[in-house]
């Protein structure tokens, strides 16, 4: 038999190894989007850096002398000749940062939903899959650990599907159809290419999909290489044929592992979720 899990700790722990996330008015933003913003952003300059290690190509970029002067000493020759090899390594930690973002993200708009609540706390009795004994429900309320926490933590949020069931199940409606409404209010949206609001919404949902199978694949197989060949242009680090400015948003199939794509998913349904729990 194996050993009974202990919600309480696990749930604890998890909250206790978080980053404390400040902001100068935290009246304006919320715990979820503080929780991942940061960290958006820091992924969204790894296409920045591959390119600047694929400068190394560069005969006229001689990086060696520096190094040295610095102390830093490791295979210059071997690495100026691998640098493909190397940003893909780097590239690949994409869409895991990506995926644990909008992961960690959804699973504190499950919690904040649930605590709000009615209607959400109810309909949180539709997750039949969830059940607890009295022991449980005591550790709960022993530990400081709310309804919403709880049930969030064992919501199953591996893919785009299970966001979508999970939230919709909670706000009792489609949750892809108050995105698709909702992204032509959210403020501060950011520019794109695509004008047309129903081909937009899709491409960001395919790319976010598509982040969760390559999160997936890289955490589960040894050295993967995906066969899509427009990818080669997010591995290696640079834009290719998409347009200047553009480099990072899902556009079609150019680039369908995107970290402004992740974020715009993130906002719009941040704009949702917080228009929600200000009723």
Same mark, same amino acid.
């Given at each position: 038999m194996g050993r009974k899990r202990d919600y309480s700790s696990?749930?604890?722990? @998890?909250?206790?190894? !978080?980053?404390?996330k400040l902001d100068r008015f935290p009246e304006l933003v919320s715990s979820r989007w503080l929780l991942v913003r940061e960290r958006l952003r820091n992924i969204s300059q790894i296409h920045g850096l591959c390119r600047f290690i694929r400068r190394f190509d560069d005969a006229d970029f001689d990086v060696e002398p520096l190094l040295i002067d610095r102390g830093m000493e490791f295979d210059y020759n071997e690495f100026r000749y691998d640098t493909f090899g190397v940003t893909y390594e780097i590239a690949r930690y994409i869409p895991i940062g990506l995926t644990a973002c909008m992961e960690g993200?959804?699973?504190?708009?499950? !919690?904040?939903?649930?605590?709000?609540?009615?209607?959400?706390?109810?309909? =949180? =009795? @539709?997750?039949?899959?969830?059940?607890? %004994?009295?022991?449980? !429900?005591?550790?709960?309320?022993?530990?400081?650990? %709310?309804?919403g926490d709880f049930i969030a933590h064992l919501l199953t949020t591996n893919n785009f599907a299970d966001i979508n069931e999970n939230v919709s199940t909670l706000i009792g409606e489609d949750?892809?159809?108050?995105? @698709?409404? !909702?992204?032509?209010h959210v403020v501060n949206r950011q520019d794109l290419f695509v004008t047309d609001e129903e081909e937009l919404m899709s491409e960001i949902i395919q790319s976010v999909k598509y982040t969760f199978k390559l999160r997936h694949m890289f955490c589960h197989e040894a050295d993967p290489m995906p066969v899509d060949l427009e990818l080669e242009h997010m591995f290696r680090g640079h834009s290719g044929p998409i347009p200047e400015g553009s480099e990072g948003f899902a556009i079609g199939a150019q680039f369908r592992v995107s970290p402004r794509a992740v974020e715009e998913f993130l906002s719009i349904s941040e704009f949702v979720i917080s228009g929600l729990l200000a009723k």
């Open positions: 696990e749930i604890n722990d @998890k909250k206790r190894r !978080a980053t404390p993200y959804f699973r504190q708009v499950y !919690a904040d939903l649930i605590d709000y609540g009615p209607p959400y706390r109810e309909n =949180a =009795a @539709k997750f039949k899959d969830i059940r607890f %004994s009295i022991d449980t !429900a005591l550790s709960l309320e022993k530990n400081s650990v %709310s309804l949750f892809i159809k108050r995105l @698709k409404s !909702a992204r032509s």
